[in-house]
């Protein structure tokens, strides 16, 4: 079977907890990815970004139930069985939707939205104080020279 490499510019948005910290929120999307699936066949890929809220802070005190919107921009390197990059992104979206579910449970919002957008967003949209993602699992070797 052959492997097609891409380099996918992707924008993540998701609801989380008020109190969730950025850094976690960029952890799991990353690890989420690190190994994707399709169907029965598995393959590498790296989420490289920045998260950042989309929201402004509650004022004071936000209760636990509340909830904020965060984004993530950023590029996804893969090396995938698929020639379309749609379907590395439909991929990736499952992954970080079962990952986001599985860490913060049913928020009651929908599924977080996963979509490849230009290049260029992520350079002129990714603002100054994004926190860069640090991923935590294994970095797949054949990524890393794409990423």
């Known amino acids: 079977m052959p492997l097609y ?3 996918i510019p992707l924008l993540v948005t998701t609801d989380v907890p008020a109190d969730t910290d950025l850094v976690d929120v960029g952890r ?3 690890d989420a990815v690190c190994t994707l699936r399709c169907g029965n066949l598995t ?4 989420l490289q970004g920045a998260t950042f809220w989309l929201d402004a802070p509650v004022r004071g005190h936000a209760p636990l139930e509340e909830l904020r919107f965060t984004a ?3 590029h996804l390197s893969a090396t ?3 020639e379309s990059a749609r379907d590395v992104v439909s991929d990736a979206r499952a992954a970080i939707t079962a990952a986001v579910s599985a860490h ?4 009651g919002s929908c599924p977080p ?3 490849a957008v230009r290049s260029d967003d992520v ?3 990714t603002p100054a104080s994004a926190v860069p993602v640090t991923v935590t699992a294994e970095t797949p070797v054949l990524v890393t020279a794409l990423g």
């Not at 913060?104 to 928020?107: A, D, E, M, R, T």
């Open 5 to 7: 490499a891409h380099r």
């Open 28 to 30: 799991i999307l990353a």
């Open 43 to 46: 393959y590498p890929a790296l």
């Open 72 to 74: 993530m921009l950023g």
């Open 80 to 82: 995938a069985p698929h």
């Open 104 to 107: 913060y449970g049913h928020l």
């Open 113 to 115: 939205a996963v979509l």
């Open 123 to 125: 350079a002129e949209r």
